[in-house]
């Protein structure tokens, strides 16, 4: 069982820059793949950014490359999210997510464990 934890959320102006972390419990961090995901009333859960179990490997939804980037500390248990040149679209609750495999992936199933979620909300 691994337990995720959010946190960086908050309200900032269009144009600004956030960082999102996520503490994972699992002692073996190392061996999981990690994604973030998003999501707005109403609308499915959406794939951001997802990197592999050593960082080497990353992917990216289209409408944040170039403006994210997703990294990871397997020392402290924990993957980031920095997020620049925000938009009002990219207004959401952002979630983390591991998978037990080594393949990167943009669909919600394949992830066995997910946080609670952090606000992200972004003014114009």
């Known amino acids: 069982q691994v337990q995720l934890v959010e946190s960086g959320g908050g309200l900032v102006q269009a144009g600004d820059s956030l960082r999102l972390s996520c503490a994972a419990s699992?002692?073996?961090?190392?061996?999981?793949?990690m994604g973030w995901f998003r999501q707005t009333p109403g609308k499915e859960r959406g794939f951001v950014a997802a990197i592999s179990q050593s960082g080497g490997s990353t992917s990216y939804a289209d409408s944040v490359k170039g403006r994210f980037a997703i990294s990871r500390d397997n020392a402290k248990n924990t993957v980031y999210l920095q997020m620049n040149s925000l938009k009002p679209e990219d207004t959401a609750v952002y979630y983390c997510?591991?998978?037990?495999?080594?393949?990167?992936?943009?669909?919600?199933?394949?992830?066995?464990?997910w946080g609670q979620g952090t606000q992200v909300t972004v003014s114009s």
């Open positions: 699992a002692r073996t961090f190392s061996t999981y793949t």
């Open positions: 997510a591991a998978r037990l495999d080594t393949a990167l992936t943009v669909r919600v199933p394949g992830y066995n464990y």
